[in-house]
């Protein structure tokens, strides 16, 4: 059985533009929160021709990939993510989103692949694996 893994929002962005992507083996799955923030990006663009690209993709991405929600035990997790980041001496900088998808992550045991590790840094249980941005040059 292969590894199941969740793509953070950042990923999901950068698909198919990545110099290292998610490994292809893996069964890949967003959590509800990504499809939440790509939901808000197809509502808030500047036209309708930017709209329909938009939710073109986030169609396409849903027909690839499952969607992890965020449950019982994501919102147990999410108190374990905030008092690991307080204990690394971060607060305010993460973002609330990243916790809820870190959350999500640790809460039903998938490994994170995002673009912005440090985001995420200080969340002690969390099997993040940074990959490069693809505007990084390398």
């Known amino acids: 059985m292969s590894a199941?893994?969740?793509?953070d929002t950042s990923v999901v962005i950068h698909l198919g533009h990545l110099a290292q992507p998610?490994?292809?083996?893996?069964e890949a799955a967003v959590s509800a929160l990504t499809v939440a923030e790509i939901e808000a990006g197809i509502a808030t663009a500047a036209d309708d021709r930017e709209r329909a690209l938009r939710m073109e993709r986030l169609?396409?991405?849903l027909a690839d990939l499952a969607v992890v929600p965020f449950d019982g035990l994501a919102a147990r997790a999410y108190g374990d993510v905030v008092a690991a980041l307080r204990r690394s001496g971060r607060r305010e900088r993460a973002?609330?989103?990243?916790?809820?998808i870190a959350a999500t992550?640790?809460?039903?045991?998938?490994?994170l692949y995002t673009v912005n590790?440090?985001?995420?840094?200080?969340?002690d249980g969390l099997d993040l694996h940074p990959l490069r941005h693809p505007d990084s040059g390398g």
């Open 4 to 7: 199941r893994i969740l793509l």
């Open 22 to 26: 998610p490994p292809e083996e893996a």
């Open 59 to 61: 169609e396409k991405m």
């Open 95 to 100: 973002r609330t989103m990243d916790l809820l």
């Open 105 to 111: 992550a640790m809460a039903h045991g998938l490994s």
């Open 117 to 123: 590790a440090r985001d995420f840094f200080g969340i």
